[in-house]
Nanobody
């Protein structure tokens, strides 16, 4: 089994930065295609960003492109989401998700991800 644990959320002001972490553990090498999704109050869960197993390829939604950066440290089995220039509309619960260990294709749909963390709350005040 694979477990994902997110951390780093909090309450910040518009324009501030945060870095979320997703630690992957369990019966795994940690080298999964990994993504961040978020769910704002009253809205559907949406794709934020994803990264390939080796970290060479990254993907972003239009709403965060240029402000957020996804990265990974496979030696620490951790994926990061650095969020800059935060806006009130970034307020949401952020979830880390991973695909099966042998899968290399990156998807932006939540149904493609088998493993999920419990989420971490990010609140951006205006």
């Amino acid at each position: 089994q694979v477990q994902l644990v997110e951390s780093g959320g909090g309450l910040v002001q518009a324009g501030d930065s945060l870095r979320l972490s997703c630690t992957i553990s369990g019966r795994t090498s940690g080298r999964h295609v990994t993504a961040w999704f978020r769910r704002a109050p009253g809205k559907e869960r949406e794709f934020v960003s994803a990264i390939s197993r080796d970290g060479d390829n990254t993907y972003y939604s239009d709403s965060v492109q240029g402000r957020f950066t996804i990265s990974r440290d496979n030696s620490a089995n951790t994926v990061y989401l650095t969020m800059n220039s935060l806006k009130p509309e970034d307020t949401a619960v952020y979830y880390c998700a991973a695909r099966g260990g042998a899968i290399t294709i990156v998807h932006k749909t939540s149904a493609s991800y088998s493993y999920w963390g419990r989420g971490t709350q990010v609140t951006v005040s205006s």
